[in-house]
């Protein structure tokens, strides 16, 4: 199949992202075929993020802090069918828009995402990378086991998540006040309306949470905060996940 460029778009929730974003406009420029629609969702930044954005010509969307809230106004606003969410931080291939297209050409998929590598400048973090790959079956069958045989998996803001913007409206989009894994109340709610699926091509995602805390820390944090999502301890998960920029 040959993606149609024009039916995707991709919307970057950032927050005091200007170190990460002179690569991400590279990845972005390179991108073939190029997305019709790209969109940065800013939730009040206090360094240059804003202003790089704007210098390098791309849109802006300033919104409250929250990345649920972000999310929902930047696929809101979007104005392509197909929707990728992509993290300042995660590198997608250069085909991302025909693998998106591609994948969401078959109707029985509602959501699906990229597989994560997590990598930082000197070294993979092959150990990571795992966990967060067999999170995405082990988290469901803990956590919500009843929905696990329904088919759910649990993806992760690093997956870049994509969809179709119309039943992102129709299932009410992210859990507004989620400031943590509002992916995955994005994922049981799209369950009720198809597949979810893990595409076999990697995008690379900073080690920069992994660098600062340590690879048995970090695992341990991603590890709890899940369980606190399972459990409905909502208002702690941002507690226990600070930002690392």
């Known amino acids: 199949m040959i993606a149609d460029p024009s039916s995707v778009g991709i919307v970057l929730p950032v927050l005091n992202e200007e170190r990460a974003l002179p690569e991400m406009f590279e990845v972005l420029a390179v991108l073939d075929p190029q997305p019709a629609d790209i969109l940065f969702v800013d939730g009040g930044s206090s360094d240059r993020t804003c202003n790089l954005i704007r210098e390098a010509g791309h849109q802006l969307l300033e919104t409250e802090t929250g990345r649920a809230i ?6 809101g606003a979007a104005q392509t069918e197909l929707v990728c969410v992509l993290h300042a931080d995660t590198i997608p291939p250069s085909d991302m828009v025909a693998v998106i297209a591609e994948t969401l050409n078959d109707p029985k998929i509602a959501l699906a995402s990229f597989t994560p590598l997590i990598k930082g400048p000197d070294k ?3 150990f990571t990378t795992f966990h967060n790959w067999i999170k995405t079956w082990y988290a469901p069958i803990i956590t919500r086991p009843h929905l696990f045989v329904r088919g759910v998996r649990l993806l992760f803001g ?3 998540m994509f969809f179709r913007r119309s039943q992102f409206l129709e299932i009410g989009g992210c859990t507004p006040s989620d400031a943590v894994m509002e992916e995955a109340d994005l994922c049981v709610k799209f369950a ?5 699926k893990l595409v076999r091509r990697w995008v690379e995602t900073s080690d920069r949470r992994i660098a600062a805390w340590g690879p048995l820390k970090a695992n341990w944090i991603y590890f709890k ?3 606190l999502w399972a459990v409905g301890a909502r ?3 941002a507690k226990d996940y600070p930002d690392v920029r």
């Open 225 to 227: 905060v899940g369980i």
């Open 70 to 75: 972000q999310i929902n106004a930047g696929v």
């Open 158 to 160: 690093d997956h870049a």
């Open 124 to 126: 993979t973090r092959w």
């Open 192 to 196: 009720r309306l198809g597949k979810i």
């Open 235 to 237: 208002s702690r998960m």
